[in-house]
């Protein structure tokens, strides 16, 4: 996830803000969903459970990632679709992980 969302392992390389469920979220950073720059995934961190001040799984803290529906447009798989997301397929590797992951879906 940083070499995705981050130029140096802390500062974002891009953000953006977002309303998610209504509410306003300045500063999420973003990175390209695949190969093109018109979709984009933003990434958030619960850091209700923080204890040191950056993710990580041992304080079992969530994040979610998020993506913005902006018309249509074509893609790596389709001629034309409403959203792509990324989600980092290795969260199975991190200590601690329950290896569930929940996936919600609103649609505005």
């Known amino acids: ?6 130029s140096d392992g802390s500062d974002p390389k891009e953000i953006q803000t977002m309303v998610i469920k209504y509410y306003t979220h300045q500063y999420v ?9 018109d979709f984009v995934t933003g990434i958030l961190w619960d ?14 803290e ?14 790596r798989y389709s001629d034309s679709v409403y959203y792509e997301i990324r989600v980092p397929g290795t969260f199975d ?5 329950s ?10």
């Open 93 to 97: 590797t991190y200590v601690g992980s």
């Open 29 to 37: 950073p973003i990175a390209n969903s695949t190969n093109s720059s």
């Open 99 to 108: 290896g569930v992951v929940d996936f919600y879906l609103e649609l505005r």
């Open 62 to 75: 969530a994040v979610i990632f998020t993506t913005p529906i902006e018309g249509t447009h074509a893609s």
């Open 47 to 60: 850091s209700s459970n923080d204890t040191d001040g950056q993710f990580g799984p041992t304080d079992n």
């Open 1 to 6: 996830m940083n070499a995705t969302f981050s």
